[in-house]
C-alpha cells in the first residue's frame, strides 16, 4: 500500500515528477503513478465490486481462430439430472458435452495529457491526483456503462428478470425480486442501486428492517451498512448508468461470469524535448457466463 509523504509540497511531488523523466527513469515514474491509478480504480469501478478482476498471464490467454484478438476460454458446468431406476434398472445414459464461452478484449485509454514541463513544476496541486480525478473515474465509468449495458441487452423484455414495480423501495419490493431470481435457482450474490435509492433505507419503518437496525440508521446512517437484509449491497452515485428508481440483484461471481485483465490501469508518459505527453489505459475483459444470475426492477 502506498502512503504519501506528508509535509511535502505538491510543486516538489511534480518537480521530482518531472526530473525521473529527465533523467531516463521513466518507468519508476510510470510504476508509482500506475500505482496510485490501479488503487482509485478499484475504488470507483462498481463492475470491480461485483465481479472481481483477474489479471491474466501471457500463456493463460487462447487464439482466435479468424482473428489475432486475444479471447480466453471459459468452460460452464454441464447440466444433469437423476432418475427413480429398481434395483435391476439403470439410469439414463447420455453423451454429455461441456458448453463454452469466450471473453473477449477491448482497451479503454483515457485523454492525452500534455505539458511543457516547466509549466508543470509550477502546478501547486500534485499532477498525480489530478491525473486520477481527471482520467481514472472517467476509465472506471467506460468499464461499468459497458458493463450495465451488456446486462440490459440480456434481461431486456424478459418476463422475471426485468421487472418493473409501482411505488418506493421497502422490504416487499426487494424480496418479490429476490424470489424471482430464486425460482431460476440463482442465489443472491450482491445488490446494486444508487446511493440516493440507497438513502430511501432511512425511511423504512423498524417493523420493516427490525428496531435495532433502525436505531443504528438514525445514530450512523445507512452509510455504516454493507448489507440489506442479509444482503451485500454495492452503491453507486452514477445516475446516468444506474437510474435512481432502478436496482440489480447479480448473483455470486461464479455463477455470473468473469472480469479479465490484460492489463490493469498503467500510466505511460512519453518526451519529446521539454513537452511531456502522459495518458493512462487499461485491457479488460468482462465476460457474462449465465444469462440468469440477474434481475433489474424498476420502481414505477
Given at each position: ?63 482466435d ?33 461441456g ?7 477491448g ?31 472517467d ?6 456503462g ?57 425511511k ?59 492489463q ?37
Open positions: 500500500m502506498r502512503v504519501e509523504t506528508t509535509g511535502v509540497s505538491a510543486q516538489l511531488i511534480n518537480s521530482n515528477f518531472v526530473r525521473k523523466i529527465e533523467d531516463g527513469q521513466i518507468k519508476q515514474a510510470q510504476s508509482e503513478g500506475s500505482a496510485f491509478i490501479r488503487s482509485k480504480l478499484r475504488q470507483t469501478s462498481f463492475a470491480r465490486e461485483i465481479l472481481p478482476p483477474i489479471v491474466l498471464a501471457d500463456d493463460e490467454l487462447d487464439r481462430e479468424f482473428t489475432d484478438l486475444p479471447k480466453k476460454i471459459i468452460e460452464k458446468e454441464p447440466d444433469s439430472k437423476a432418475t427413480f431406476v429398481t434395483f435391476k434398472g439403470t439410469g439414463e445414459r447420455t453423451w454429455f458435452s458448453p463454452r464461452y469466450a471473453v473477449y478484449f482497451k479503454i485509454e483515457s485523454q492525452r495529457f500534455t505539458k511543457s514541463k516547466f509549466e508543470l513544476m509550477t502546478y501547486q496541486n500534485d499532477i498525480r491526483k489530478i491525473l486520477t480525478d481527471n482520467s481514472v473515474k476509465m472506471s465509468d467506460i468499464e461499468d459497458k458493463f450495465i449495458e451488456t446486462c440490459d441487452a440480456i434481461v431486456s423484455g424478459v418476463g422475471d428478470q426485468d421487472i418493473s414495480i409501482a411505488g418506493s423501495l421497502d422490504a416487499d419490493k426487494v424480496v418479490q425480486a429476490l424470489k424471482a431470481q430464486i425460482e431460476r435457482k440463482i442465489p443472491i450474490g450482491k445488490i446494486l442501486m444508487t446511493k440516493s435509492l440507497y438513502y430511501d433505507v432511512l423504512l419503518a423498524a417493523t420493516s428492517v427490525g428496531d435495532p437496525i433502525a436505531s443504528r440508521h438514525y445514530d450512523d446512517g445507512v452509510e455504516e451498512e454493507e448489507k440489506l437484509w442479509g444482503i451485500p449491497v454495492v452503491t453507486t452515485i452514477k445516475k446516468d448508468i444506474v437510474p435512481e428508481n432502478v436496482f440489480w440483484l447479480f448473483g455470486p461471481e461464479n455463477y455470473l461470469g468473469n472480469f479479465f485483465l490484460l490493469d490501469a498503467t500510466l505511460f508518459i512519453k518526451q519529446e524535448a521539454d513537452i511531456i505527453e502522459f495518458w493512462s489505459y487499461s485491457a479488460p475483459g468482462i465476460g457474462i457466463g449465465n444469462n440468469y444470475a440477474m434481475t433489474k426492477v424498476t420502481l414505477t
